[in-house]
């Protein structure tokens, strides 16, 4: 399904982590499962990463994260990133794109508001300003509180070297 697995969801002994950083995730696909890019069963940290177009058929268009079988240990950090038309089929019903990050169960935790945001790209020495907002998702957070995501202004295009054009509408990569 996704482009990283993290842990095994049936094999709670098996122990795995993760720090991701700097790296875009661009459409990944998943159809018959959930996670479109990550799928976490262990401890991931997610830091100044880019997500886009990425599908999932059931939930966390970019990003699951659920405890193993019989545990309680799933972790999932994610900061200062953003994330962009990420999807999932909803159970078939409908395509919906208003589903980032699904966390199942274990604990998470994200940037807070857009000054979080904010700080996390002044630590990776971005200039401002910055885009902050609202990050779509489920059951993230202790108590269910939204996270934000924030990256530089939206992309002015990509130059293609080699063909001699530039397609516009491509996010900014800012790491």
């Known amino acids: 399904g996704c482009a990283i697995a993290l842990g095994d969801p049936t094999q709670p002994e098996v122990s795995a982590s993760a720090t991701i950083s700097h790296t875009a995730f661009e459409a990944?696909?998943?159809?018959s499962s959930q996670a479109g890019a990550v799928a976490n069963y262990g401890s991931t940290d997610v830091?100044?990463?880019?997500?886009?177009?990425?599908?999932?058929?059931?939930?966390?268009?970019?990003?699951?994260?659920?405890?193993?079988?019989?545990?309680?240990?799933?972790?999932l950090a994610v900061t200062g990133s953003s994330f962009s038309a990420n999807k999932v089929d909803a159970h078939e019903t409908k395509i919906v794109n208003?589903?980032?990050?699904?966390?199942?169960?274990?604990?998470?935790?994200?940037?807070?508001?857009?000054?979080?945001?904010?700080?996390?790209?002044?630590?990776?020495?971005?200039?401002?300003?910055?885009?902050?907002?609202?990050?779509?998702?489920?059951?993230?957070?202790?108590a269910g509180e939204p996270f934000y995501q924030c990256s530089i202004a939206p992309g002015k295009g990509v130059h293609h070297e080699q063909k001699g054009k530039t397609y516009a509408g491509y996010p900014a990569v800012w790491w």
């Open 98 to 142: 208003t589903q980032d990050v699904y966390v199942n169960s274990g604990s998470s935790v994200g940037d807070a508001d857009c000054a979080a945001c904010e700080a996390a790209r002044k630590a990776g020495g971005l200039p401002p300003p910055g885009k902050c907002s609202k990050l779509n998702g489920a059951n993230m957070g202790e």
């Open 28 to 31: 990944n696909k998943s159809p």
């Open 47 to 75: 830091t100044r990463c880019y997500f886009g177009n990425n599908y999932a058929f059931t939930v966390g268009g970019a990003l699951y994260s659920s405890n193993p079988t019989g545990t309680g240990n799933a972790k």
